[in-house]
């Protein structure tokens, strides 16, 4: 069957059902083979490195799509693949978001004892990019993409803020869009080696970095929140779970008014001040250019919408995927795991049927409040045992069959990326160094 993308009408199975048990093999099998080998521990210094499960996902299926011409035809993860495993994604997050919320309802009496912090995260987010990334993206002679690269982490958000203040076309959206291609490449490996080894300092109390890794996006949180719940108790790593489910929640939501309205003319006016001042240092010379980035090609796919059957076939794909992990990587039995799973799917699908009536409804946010109200202590009877079978699924669990499918959106990126300057790369993970230890820092202050 040929490779050929499939026509922008077409829904994105269409092209190629007889291949999809290729891409649903590969996410499996990596999936059960990481949990098989489980954490590397790499010593650093008087710090270290853990490389969990989940990043070994990530890894292997870039690599897989990276070099699936050299296999045989049958066997090649061509771009259709690609794509259709980025559909999945889509609604594979979705599930992420609802353990998180139930996760949220059952842990609210600790959420609450954070709440200034999380109230005040946001502070964090928006001036640790701005300090740490502006001044560096300015001394590397970085121009106005200075400014969409470094008000915020550059996820989707950020793009549309961008797009509708200055248009994608713009100096800015350059900007914002190497921090998206960067952020997408390297940023649940990078936020999973910098949680590692700051995690290993003893600088910061955990449940700070806990709430540190909610910087609003799905895959770096979990990625950071990997090496921090590393070897916690399961009562800790469930309060540790909720509190960064929390911060991303928040840093998804009133995140985005406070970059739309605060960070980015803040951003703005400080670039003004700063440029002339900073933009005359020698490395500052020449500057980089992203003049060339093609923005339809980077987002190509990216608005993408699965049907009810892709949604349906993700959520078989990621209960088969976390009953497998929780197995393999945890010693939870499947016949343990499928309860907790079944709630979490039925939640997505209710959901998902409401989006179809309500088309104007928050999904993320409707997902997110409903899965919380669901294991709040005394919100309904059955409360207490929603809770109990939803602590049976690992969080871990449901990370490692998300990244080996966000490996794929990573493989696809990796063109783009290569036409990125060293310059913007490093000033894009230094913004997300500043949204990590910004949250940290706030949090630390009201402990």
Same mark, same amino acid.
Request: hydrophobic share 55%; glycine share 10%.
């Given at each position: ?61 870039? @690599? ?15 771009? *259709? ?18 353990? @998180? %919320? ?81 952020? !997408? ?93 900073? %933009? ?25 919408? *699965? ?91 449901? !990370? ?48």
């Amino acid at each position: 069957m040929s490779d050929a993308t499939p026509p922008a009408h077409a829904p994105p199975s269409a092209t190629f059902p007889s291949r999809l048990w290729l891409l649903l093999l590969v996410v499996l099998a990596t999936t059960a083979l990481a949990e098989w080998i489980g954490a590397i521990t790499i010593p650093l210094g008087p710090a270290s490195i853990v490389i969990l499960p989940m990043l070994m996902t990530l890894f292997a299926t870039t @690599l897989l799509a990276v070099w699936h011409p050299r296999f045989p035809a049958s066997l090649q993860l061509g771009l *259709p693949l690609q794509r259709y495993a980025d559909t999945l994604l889509g609604t594979a997050l979705l599930l992420f978001i609802v353990k @998180l %919320g139930l996760m949220a309802g059952y842990n609210i009496d600790a959420l609450r004892k954070v709440g200034w912090a999380l109230a005040f995260q946001e502070i964090g987010h928006a001036f640790g990019t701005m300090v740490l990334a502006l001044p560096l993206a300015l001394l590397l002679g970085i121009k106005r993409e200075a400014v969409g690269a470094t008000f915020s982490i550059g996820r989707e958000t950020a793009m549309v803020i961008i797009g509708q203040r200055y248009g994608l076309q713009s100096a800015e959206g350059r900007g914002v869009l190497a921090e998206y291609i960067t952020g !997408t490449v390297l940023g649940a490996v990078y936020l999973s080696l910098l949680a590692s080894v700051v995690a290993a300092t003893g600088i910061f109390d955990i449940r700070s970095l806990a709430m540190g890794a909610g910087i609003g996006s799905g895959s770096m949180m979990a990625a950071a929140l990997g090496p921090i719940t590393h070897g916690q108790s399961p009562e800790l790593v469930r309060e540790l779970t909720a509190i960064a489910g929390a911060a991303n929640l928040i840093a998804g939501v009133v995140g985005f008014y406070f970059a739309a309205f605060i960070t980015l003319p803040a951003c703005s006016w400080l670039y003004t001040r700063l440029e002339p001042v900073l %933009g005359r240092t020698a490395i500052a010379r020449r500057a980089p250019s992203t003049s060339d980035l093609d923005v339809a090609a980077a987002m190509e796919g990216e608005d993408d919408r *699965p049907a009810l059957r892709d949604s349906l076939l993700a959520l078989a794909l990621m209960a088969a995927g976390i009953t497998l992990s929780n197995w393999i990587g945890h010693g939870v039995a499947p016949l343990q795991t499928l309860p907790g799973v079944t709630i979490m799917v039925g939640i997505v699908l209710a959901g998902l049927l409401l989006k179809q009536v309500v088309r104007k409804l928050p999904l993320m946010l409707f997902l997110a409040i409903g899965a919380t109200l669901v294991t709040i202590p005394g919100g309904w009877p059955l409360a207490g045992r929603a809770a109990e079978l939803i602590n049976q699924v690992q969080f871990m669990s449901i !990370t490692t069959t998300v990244l080996a499918l966000a490996g794929f959106a990573v493989a696809r990126k990796l063109p783009m990326f290569r036409r990125l300057g060293w310059r913007i790369v490093v000033v894009s993970l230094t913004a997300a160094t500043g949204a990590f230890l910004g949250s940290a820092v706030i949090a630390e202050l009201f402990h």
